[in-house]
């Protein structure tokens, strides 16, 4: 039996340790799909957001699943720390310590509580090995403790700057985009008479903001559960925007805009496409059609009367076509997983931006001839 529990204990240890290492340190992706992170998330996101979607509302829901990014990261680590004073309890049981401890008999819980003891090196002093090899552990297991719980908190910042980092972009899109942000806004409001140099611009900007998210999402695979502050806004919205921008020009639109636009585009739909293998997901083939014929007449509008020659059809519609296969089914399938809605091609006419709106003045309305998407 203790010859089991031993092994048992370094198993739990190495597992632990290992899923840690890939989840916070290794900076690439990983595919096994045995991994203790991510059958947590496995098995706590998907009936959480079930759950709350099918007994609350819309916007509550959306409220309490902006807790879940942040309270999962602590959930984890507890589990990491349990999990590690589990296994070296396990090893205290199997080397036959038999602590010295003042008002208990010696046995698998008392182990227990001297890993627990150890990792967070309180050294109490009521329970305390006796033998060699159980000393021996004892301070490989502080040591561990110590190293574990400084490396994960050192690396705490950088979270967070990677998660502030894709949020700046994304907020900057309310002005550039519309909320939510959309294709024909992003047009409409950054070409003016022809003029593409800001939108140019612009899609080299998101060109590096898709690769710093690539990088840091498969880094951080967690940081895609934080959720944007505004309900009509995150991180999938704004990557699909670029990517239905970067598809409509690089298909439709004649012009020197084009190869800014496919490397854009190359890079954003490489950032969904390894974001849906890292999460397991496959891609939906089977949603119904994005784009109907009246929003893509109003595509074309905004495109010729900001100043752009069109290419021939159907050869144009068809290269528009296969762009977008090549990267809506991912979308529609992390959009299912993660709760996320997916951005109309199209923005309403009379849709209000979040910066022109405030808890004031919603529900009673106000003037916007000179400002929102007017401006």
């Known amino acids: 039996m203790r010859v089991l529990a031993g092994l048992a204990g370094i198993v739990v240890i190495l597992v632990i340790l290992w899923d840690a290492f890939e989840t916070i340190i290794l900076p690439r992706r990983v595919t096994r799909r045995f991994r203790l992170t991510r059958l947590f998330y496995h098995y706590t ?59 208990a008999t010696p046995g698998l819980a008392t182990d227990l509580y001297l890993s627990g003891s150890n990792f967070f090196t309180l050294g109490l002093g009521d329970v305390y090995p006796h033998t060699t090899l159980a000393r021996a552990l004892t301070v490989l297991e502080a040591g561990t403790g110590l190293g574990f719980l400084a490396l994960i908190i050192g690396y705490l910042p950088a979270l967070n700057q990677s998660f502030s980092r894709r949020e700046v972009n994304i907020s900057m899109l309310d002005e550039r985009a ?37 990088e840091s999402h498969l880094s951080y695979p967690f940081l895609a559960y934080f959720r944007s502050h505004h309900e009509n806004q995150s991180w999938l919205g704004a990557l699909t925007t670029i990517l239905d921008t970067s ?20 890079i954003a739909r490489h950032a969904v496409v390894d974001l849906a293998i890292v999460f397991g997901i496959s891609p939906d083939r089977r949603s119904g059609e994005r784009l109907s014929p009246e929003d893509l007449a109003k595509l074309n509008d905004v495109l010729i009367g900001s ?16 762009f977008r296969r090549m990267y809506e089914p991912y979308v529609f399938a992390l959009a299912k997983y993660f709760c996320l809605d997916v951005p109309p091609w199209v923005g309403e006419e009379d849709a209000c931006d979040n910066w022109e709106s405030s808890a004031w003045e919603r529900g009673q309305g106000h003037d916007r001839d000179h400002a929102g998407r007017h401006f």
């Open 45 to 103: 996101w998907l009936p959480l957001s079930r759950l709350l979607y099918a007994i609350a509302s819309e916007t509550r829901t959306e409220n309490l699943l902006s807790f879940y990014g942040p309270i999962s990261l602590i959930l984890l680590l507890i589990i990491w720390a349990g999990g590690l004073i589990f296994g070296f309890g396990l090893l205290q049981y199997a080397a036959g310590s038999a602590p010295h401890i003042t008002q």
């Open 178 to 214: 519309g909320s939510p942000a959309t294709a024909s806004e992003m047009i409409r409001r950054n070409v003016v008479e022809g003029n593409i140099d800001e939108l140019q611009r612009l899609l080299a900007e998101w060109e590096q903001w898709s690769a710093e998210l690539l």
């Open 247 to 266: 598809a409509l020009v690089s298909s439709i639109v004649e012009g020197g805009l084009q190869r800014q636009a496919r490397m854009t585009f190359a």
């Open 307 to 322: 100043g752009f020659k069109l290419r021939e059809a159907p050869d144009a519609q068809e290269r528009f076509s296969e």
